[in-house]
């Protein structure tokens, strides 16, 4: 998961770039990086790190020019330790092209294998997306033939690279001379969304968030599998790429990821989020009767519309009942479980008194490995619940996710191969109450009857783009990040960011 940004404006960008990195700071974390250009040069400046510390001011000023690429990092591939994979990636061929992707590719030793052996293009990283940003140099340069660069050569470029990659991706790349490209893969499972100032800056950006909170007005989304090219006058061109485009979303972005105040594919992720908690105020009356619940407490931050929504239909009082302290280390990038343990108590602090003698029902947006879930649950125990009742406003994770997402393999997976009631044992509730698959995706779904469906691999197990079996998720996971780190004992960066944190 990462979040990008393009801009093609008519005045200087690099304020416009960081502006938008800082909405879309909850997307990564990791790294950070900006590209600008100024009379057919690059000016990149990239760094381990969040947006307010890569870019100092001596840094801006040294980012001229009207055309720019963004883009924060969450790595799922590659090295997490390594500066020279974050983005954005360049290569001086044809033409000098810059890159930002967000996504995972599912075949990228494939292609890598191929890029050296039929393509004659060396890879120095052991990122997707300098393996994506090589296979869409190699075939612009087939579509130009050495010729002047016209919108249909960038198509075409598109094209190919929709016949030869697999998996998901939303890029942005920068064309010296000539222009900006974006595109997304064939099932748009990552998000990307474009607008315009009344200027006449054309933004792209993963969410709608970053163009609005940029002075931005939104436009549309940019259809699965369509390019779109605006050359350096700031003219958009168009074009559908991909033979058989399907709008296949990623659910978790609605779930998780996203911003609440973002809008992707046509649907409000609050509003999905409100419907998520009516859904599973349904499931909880089946389990818990409401007059056993004295209060409804969010787990803070993205389960607070489910929780509120929750709590309105079943009548029970809503209560903040943790107090976030956004000052301290996220926990999915600490060292080990014992200091993961010890982090969640920093990072949380309980108001004792909407505990105290009461049947509580904790609302969470998610359950991935379950570690803190069962700390949390400990913590309302510790401040005097009498019974502690947890939902999840989604479904048991399962399955790993292999576009873009880096969840835990399967075997730290606590939903994995446990029965609903053997997971409540683990976490040590008195009940626990999941959303079910085909809940979550009707809520959100009838939200833009246009989708054709979800991609929910990580809950169902199915995996969109057809070409996963259990071979390639075993690889994909020798690739993750993070194995370089001496101090990582997990096997996994995720208990995820959390998209309200930024």
């Known amino acids: 998961m990462c979040g990008i940004v393009g801009v093609v404006s008519n005045a200087p960008v690099n304020q416009l770039i960081y502006d938008a ?30 947006v307010r510390d890569v870019f100092r001011t001596r840094n801006m000023r040294a980012l001229p020019g009207n055309v720019g690429l963004g883009q924060v990092r969450y790595p799922t591939a590659g090295n997490a330790y ?33 890029l050296f052996s039929t393509d004659h293009r060396h890879i120095n990283t052991e990122s997707d997306s300098e393996v994506l940003l090589n296979v869409f140099a190699h075939e612009l340069d087939r579509a130009s033939r050495g010729l002047a660069l016209q919108p249909s050569d960038v198509f075409a470029a598109v094209a190919a690279v929709h016949r030869r990659v697999r998996g998901s991706y939303a890029v942005i790349a920068l064309i010296a001379g000539h222009g900006v490209v974006a595109f997304r893969d064939p099932y748009g499972i990552r998000p990307l969304s474009m607008g315009r100032s009344a200027e006449g800056t054309v933004m792209l950006a993963s969410e709608s968030v970053a163009l609005e909170g940029t002075g931005h007005a939104f436009e549309r989304h940019v259809a699965p599998g369509e390019a779109v090219f605006i050359d350096t006058a700031g003219q958009v061109h168009a074009q559908q790429c991909a033979e058989h485009p399907r709008l296949y979303p990623c659910v978790f972005e609605y779930v998780y990821l996203a911003r609440p105040d973002s809008v992707m594919d046509g649907i409000s992720v609050y509003q999905a989020r409100l419907n998520l908690g009516e859904a599973l105020a349904k499931r909880v009356i089946s389990t818990v009767p409401p ?39 996220r926990t999915f990038i600490m060292p080990g479980q014992g200091v993961r343990k010890k982090s969640v108590r920093q990072k949380l602090n309980v108001i004792s008194s909407e505990f105290k003698g009461r049947n509580v029902l904790l609302v969470d947006d998610s359950i991935v490995r379950g570690t803190t ?28 996710n292999v576009y873009g997402i880096d969840m835990p393999t399967r075997e730290e997976l606590v939903a994995h191969g446990r029965s609903v009631d053997e997971v409540r044992a683990l976490i040590g509730c008195d009940a626990l109450i999941y959303q079910d698959v085909d809940g979550m995706k009707r809520a959100i779904g009838s939200l833009n009857p246009a989708l054709n469906g979800f991609d929910a691999s990580c809950f169902d197990g199915v995996y969109v783009t057809g070409d996963i079996d259990p071979t390639d ?4 996971n020798e690739a993750r990040v993070g194995q370089e780190d001496p101090l990582d004992e997990t096997t996994s960066r995720l208990a995820l960011p959390n998209a309200q944190e930024s």
Do not use: C, W
């Open 473 to 476: 998720i075993a690889r994909i």
């Open 373 to 400: 879930s069962r700390e949390i649950v400990q913590m309302a125990r510790d401040a005097g619940a009498r019974k502690v009742y947890l939902a999840s406003a989604a479904p048991p994770v399962r399955f790993p």
């Open 291 to 329: 007059n056993e619940i004295d209060v409804v407490i969010p787990i803070p931050e993205s389960s607070r519309p489910s929780a509120m929504q929750l709590a309105q239909l079943l009548g029970i009082p809503y209560r903040e009942g943790f107090v976030k302290n956004r000052y301290v280390g």
């Open 82 to 114: 390594n500066e020279e994979e974050a983005q954005p990636f360049y290569v001086n061929a044809p033409f000098g092209i810059v890159l930002v992707h967000n996504g995972n590719l599912t075949n990228a030793q494939a292609l890598k294998a191929e």
């Open 21 to 50: 990195l800082l909405l879309l700071q909850h997307r990564g974390q990791d790294a950070a990086g900006i590209v600008t250009q100024q009379s057919r040069k690059f000016f990149m400046h990239k760094a381990k790190g969040m």
